[in-house]
């Protein structure tokens, strides 16, 4: 049986979004953090899941007894150097999830992806591969890395992404293509929030 890592990254800065923390920020009732954290603690796939963020109390929310229930494997990570970029939330979270068959990486400003979606694209998971769903064309997340690239991973240069990755390596990239769009939409300013939870 493969071990899939989850690696929720929540260490940006939302520089769209304001002032206000959007991770923390309320969508539907719920910070727009929870969304993601429900969904994959939910789903049994995944072993470990790491939450890795730049706020003690976007931290907090992975803490919550409905999230870090018995039977998860729920490690919390805070990224001390959100400066750095991605790239140290993507360092952090793989050194934190250890050995894996593959690490999946969910940005945590999804609130429509859903388990359909999660679930066609680790149906592509494979050695060797990259796995991320698209929309017409559009990439989309979570992007879904075979332990085959975890050096790589742990070695981004400052500034890079794990999509720089893909692009150096088109040959490994595997996209499953998404039916429903809205699970691959994410939120990045405030009236985009407004406007959907109406």
């Known amino acids: 049986m493969h071990t899939i890592a989850a690696i929720l990254v929540a260490s940006g800065f939302s520089r769209r979004f304001g002032k206000e923390d959007k991770l923390l920020s309320l969508f539907k009732g719920k910070p727009l953090a929870r969304y993601t954290l429900e969904l994959v603690t939910r789903m049994s796939r995944f072993n470990p899941v790491v939450f890795v963020a730049a706020k003690p109390e976007v931290a907090a929310l992975a803490e919550d007894a409905e999230i870090a229930r018995p039977g998860i494997d729920l490690r919390i990570v805070l990224n001390s150097h959100p400066d750095y970029g991605l790239r140290e939330s993507v360092r952090l979270g793989v050194i934190a999830a250890g050995d894996a068959d593959f690490y999946a990486f969910f940005p945590c400003d999804m609130p429509w992806l859903d388990a359909a979606t999660v679930n066609a694209v680790l149906t592509r998971a494979a050695p060797g591969k990259i796995v991320h769903p698209v929309h017409n064309g559009q990439p989309?997340?979570?992007?879904?890395?075979?332990?085959?690239?975890?050096?790589?991973?742990?070695?981004?240069?400052?500034?890079?992404?794990?999509?720089?990755?893909?692009?150096?390596?088109?040959?490994?990239?595997?996209?499953?293509?998404?039916?429903?769009?809205?699970?691959?939409?994410?939120?990045?300013?405030?009236?985009?929030?407004?406007?959907?939870?109406?």
């Open 140 to 198: 989309g997340n979570p992007c879904v890395f075979a332990a085959d690239f975890r050096d790589t991973l742990l070695s981004l240069e400052a500034g890079a992404r794990p999509r720089d990755i893909q692009k150096r390596r088109p040959e490994c990239v595997v996209a499953v293509e998404i039916a429903d769009s809205m699970a691959l939409d994410d939120i990045d300013r405030p009236e985009e929030m407004a406007r959907c939870a109406n």
